[in-house]
DNA sequence: ATGAAAGCGCTAACAT
DNA sequence: ATGTTAGCGCTTTCAT
């Protein structure tokens, strides 16, 4: 059953493929008469117009591209999931490539997508990209006229439109929180040091302690390598038997639940006399035991903005063009099980 | 910054375009000369062949579309990524899809996908679909020519290649295990009676049941819905006052945790004097307390093995086509402190 | 109301 | 060694 082609329709009733094409855009140009007969016989015959034929001749596809560090992080999985719902309510496909943190594979994929595969791209750099600060790979995509739009960890010095959440703010808060529920002495938990989204969260650590009138002890921050994940209690334990800690916020999940886990051996009762917050995007906080309270980042409003931009921008007529934005997705504190309940008056 | 085209450098050399083309790919029609001066030139350039208008001379894509039910799914999301990597390997793009577990909207997806945007497809059919037992949106793809891979939860009527677990197995392996550690009242939990595959392991535990001699009690089969896993203690918590159970299997991370959470909660000592078993992909349990022993599912090498399979298919000339097949990936049970060690002759 | 022809960017059979 | 032409499937301008 080969697939029908407007030139199979127009043999079919002996007119020419330019009626076919008039009669299925429904052209006043056609008599009522043909059109009818002619969409009546595409229909059942499950006539679909050819899409490279048609991105061919319009120079648009009508998809995305969307490149994502790890797709087995649950985070970029939600965005993956916010992107693929505004891209399908407004007609568009999605090619979905993983970077797997990889500098290479990053610019490799890049390369085979602007080819004319894609109209737009929405990414999110890989961690080797973000050390070797490099990214003349974005620029020559953006100035062959694809635009990119990037989330979470963007580029400061790419002129694109870009959609993060608020690290500093939700570090901050953490902090009011601990405090302002009977906390001093504050470990900050990092594993994502050497990213930029880990120095925001740093830094709001940092004025956080100042809000809060508590001094900064650099003893208390603890700087651990994303993959040693097995290893974060092992890391952790001796650390919390030499310092004087009773509260942690944590850059991630695993090792905000790895800090539970020694401290509860260390016969600590949370969130009683010890509490813990982690940046996180719920999963494993939802199960832990206590569930975990977060610093929560919703990753599908990233995701559903950022391609509500893209979008935005590849329909937008030329002249119009805007200037590019970055928009700030907020970041909240879902209170769970590991801290105390706040007050706030 | 304009897109090259063959046409742009034809005229910046006053040839033809079909030298350009001949040249680029490097046809031994062309000199030496101006092969090299056009190679440099496309390649100081960046000259890239625009993807639509290769794919519709050549009537293939080189892209496969993949269509998952919920991409918050770690299995899938593992999937996912085997799909990508070997398709990357070979030199295809990927769209990707989620269905949302709506038969509409992998109907309409299928419909979006079949129309020359990809080559074939790879996917695991929502949970309405299997539901509603309607797999003719399937097979019209099937008969316009577009190669299917399924996998997971795949139609059995339709004929197409498959990629399966053993969950049967699975499951007979997991009673196994529980009954050599010393426990004879195992329970069922299943969040997947309406699909096929929990089926498969619900009958798997009945099998593995009969091969250890216990008897079947139908008392401890629990049936939960998959979407109240909120509620999963609150449900299990009478049932575990009321019966005697000591083990449990079940199909998902969520309910095995809070199995075990209702479990301790009623004093019992994991996994000495109660065990548990989960159908799991690996997340969860890595990180719950204690640490789950899972039948472990290989995602990755599901979905790597399906890419190959499909990429197979399609490199295939006509004529060599082969029967349709069904690939089954193992599971293995992967030992961790929900059970006590299992020593095996 | 219908059709012819050009063109989107590229390849390939067929001249020259 | 290089060029001409037709065609992939479609839209659109310009005849008729």
């Known amino acids: 059953m080969k697939r029908l082609t407007i030139k199979d329709i127009a043999n079919h009733f002996s007119v020419s493929i330019s009626t076919v094409s008039k009669a299925l855009n429904d052209s006043y140009e056609i008599s009522v008469s043909t059109k009818e007969k002619i969409q009546k016989y595409a229909k059942e015959n499950n006539y679909k117009p050819n899409f490279n034929a048609i991105s061919l001749k319009n120079r ?16 970029f999985a939600q965005v993956f999931k916010g992107v693929e719902k505004v891209a399908n309510e407004k007609g568009y496909k999605i090619i979905s490539c993983i970077s797997n943190e990889s500098y290479d594979k990053e610019t490799e994929t890049l390369e085979m997508l602007s080819n004319g595969s894609i109209d737009g791209i929405i990414l999110s750099m890989a961690e080797e990209t973000e050390l070797k600060n490099d990214f003349t790979h974005f620029s020559t995509i953006i100035n062959e006229g694809t635009p990119i739009v990037m989330f979470d960890r963007v580029a400061n010095s790419i002129d694109c439109d870009k959609v993060i959440a608020n690290d500093f703010d939700g570090a901050v808060n953490a902090v009011k929180h601990l405090s302002r529920t009977g906390h001093k002495n504050i470990a900050f938990i990092s594993t994502l040091s050497n990213l930029n989204i880990g120095r925001l969260r740093h830094q709001g650590y940092v004025k956080g302690l100042e809000n809060e009138n508590i001094a900064l ?13 097995k290893e974060y209690e092992n890391i952790l334990t001796p650390i919390f038997t030499e310092k004087n800690i009773d509260a942690v916020i944590a850059t991630d999940e695993s090792s905000a639940i790895a800090a539970m886990k020694v401290a509860i051996r260390k016969g600590h009762k949370i969130p009683d006399d010890f509490s813990v917050i982690a940046f996180s995007n719920g999963i494993l906080a939802r199960h832990s035991s206590p569930k975990l309270t977060t610093v929560s980042q919703h990753g599908e409003q990233m995701g559903a903005t950022a391609a509500e931009r893209l979008i935005d921008k590849l329909e937008l007529a030329e002249e119009e063009k805007q200037e590019s934005e970055t928009i700030v997705i907020k970041t909240d504190i879902v ?3 590991s801290t105390k309940p706040l007050f706030l008056n």
Chains 1, 2 share one sequence.
């Open 60 to 75: 648009k596809t009508k998809t995305i591209g969307i490149i994502i560090p790890n797709m087995l992080n649950y985070f």
């Open 217 to 229: 002890n650099t003893d208390l921050i603890i700087n651990i390598k994303e993959d040693d994940y």
């Open 335 to 337: 209170e769970r099980k």
